[in-house]
């Protein structure tokens, strides 16, 4: 007997409903025909045992225990699952074949791998135990599958991966929560206070921009624009570039603060002659963005919709589960295996069906074109966000299910379009002795940008005919004062982009060499959960499309040391445990240094200023340390 063991009943009900009908329906299972049986974990079934289940003592919260680091690690039954586990330990011991099925990322690899040995498989049963990888839950696509399965072992990799990253987030989560809460009641501070490898440094970014912007004290500058005529009367605008004379009087982004320079250069430039002194006209070409991951398209929605990215994760479930509308939403992955560009001419029916694009954009589409995004290199586990080729009947989807979709389904369209060709020209001229510049750009062909809802042609400046070498008459010059502005506040998409970005916000020149490839806090099946548990802890509060830290926020981070709250330390985390799923990096290579800083923040918190707490609004000590690993509720 092969048993499946799919991640949640909806992928199992997929799988079985390819598999030789009749099908018997148990508690828990369904059987086919052959056989062979499906069965189903309802997310992780197993969870990291509390500190207590090693030592009773650890029940209560001292600071003379910590750090806990548990010398063999165990993991206990989730008591509200508990029966669908007897039902999978059951079939384990009585498959002859396994075949993991959760999903196609790090997470689904490993809550079906630690049942399998949670339950007890022999060593034989375990290296004989197949991978399924389903990205798609229309027959055809699980049939495909199906045809595909790979051996279990070489996935080991990234189970392993996995597993670091939940261990590192119960040691880190655990423990520094304990120790400065513990420290907060010597302070009279009551009231849990949580820390969490990846929560604390997104909660850190937040607050620090919330006091830049606070603390922000505006102050004007002054740029310089020249009015040039040729001698046929045509008239174009060039500006100002201050010489290296010029930087006493500037700030650090090159802006002029005197009022009395600028004034000094409309006075020298105003009736007098000006030098073409170079001119360069280049065609560009821009190529269509590849289709979406999970956090590019957060981003995206957040910006065109103002949907949370929380929300976004919800409805792509909804598309990917109940409507088979999209392929697997929790990807990090933007581009194509190459057999799927065969599938192009029923996808692309399907998001006609389904109002996914305009029906006229979709029938200019060429289906000839192959965009970069097909690259069987680039996939790993798992590919793209892409429409399937599902027929969805009428009005199936509701009012943000069709937004997504239509977005999903504009950038799959796109890769079959031709590129945005256009011109970009750049001009500098001499004026007594001053440089001024400016850069136009012509479209030439609009290529994908149809998609984008752009229906003419636009230019930033229109040039007249110029040669390098040419004399103009700058008929005059104009002052333009401006005033300096704060950064602005974060929101759902600037936020979700700070996490996959965030070599951007290190400040170390080496850790952000090592970030380059393998940038980002969090992954895209939790960055949604973590910021959302920003929100229900009170350190998060949304003001409109603004996201702000509240005073209690603000006061935690303040407290808490430096490493702690900036992403430098567990960004490097997240490139190690990418490092591990890519055989680069060892579990025991990741795990020991860990540990050993583990012990020195525990010092710290233990040696920290108490009056530092004294912001901290109290709130009942909660003594249990709840930990939900798919949700990541302490990261």
Sequence with gaps: MKLYIAEKPSLGRAIADVLPKPHQKGDGFIKAANGDVVSWCIGHLLEQAEPDHYNPLFKKWDAHHLPIVPQKWQLIVKPKTRKQFTVLKKLIKQADILVNAGDPDREGQLLVDEVIEFAGASESKKSQTQRLLISDLNPSAVLKALQKLASNHDFIPLSVSALARSRADWLFGMNLTRAYTLAGQKAGCHRVLSVGRVQTPILGLVVRRDLEIAHFVSKPFYEVLAHLLTDKQEAFSVKWQPSEACLPYQDEDGRVLVKALAENVVKRITGKPALVTKLQQQQKRQHPPLPYNLSALQIDAAKAFGMSAQTVL???????????????????????????????????????????????????????????????????????????AKKLPINSLDKDELKIYQLISRHYLAQFYPAYVFNETKVEVEISGGKFNTTAKQELELGFKVLMGKD???????????????????????????????????????????????????????IKKILKDTDGLGTEATRAGIIELLFRRGFLVREGKKIKSTETGKALIKMLPDIITRPDLTALWEASLADIAHKKQSYQHFMQPLITQLHELIDLAKSCDHSLFS?????????????????????
């Design 314 to 388: 919800d409805v792509c479930q909804n598309l990917y589960e109940k409507h088979k509308a999209i392929t697997y939403p929790r990807s990090d992955n933007r581009f194509l295996p190459n057999e799927h560009w065969l599938e192009a001419k029923q996808v692309l029916a399907a998001i006609a069906q389904n109002k996914g694009q305009d029906n006229k954009l979709v029938i200019e589409a060429n289906l000839a074109l192959r965009s970069k995004c097909w690259n069987d290199a680039k996939v790993e586990a798992h590919h793209a966000i892409i429409p399937t």
């Design 456 to 510: 003419e042609l636009q230019a930033e400046q229109i040039l007249p005919p110029l040669i390098e070498g040419q004399q103009l008459l700058c008929k005059n010059g104009e002052l333009v004062e401006k005033m300096t502005q704060p950064p602005a506040h974060f929101n759902d998409a600037t936020l979700l982009s700070a996490m996959t970005g965030i070599s951007r916000y290190v400040s170390d020149i080496e």
């Design 615 to 635: 912001n901290l609004p109290a709130q009942p000590v909660k003594k249990r340390f709840n930990r939900k690993r798919k949700s990541t509720a302490k990261k």
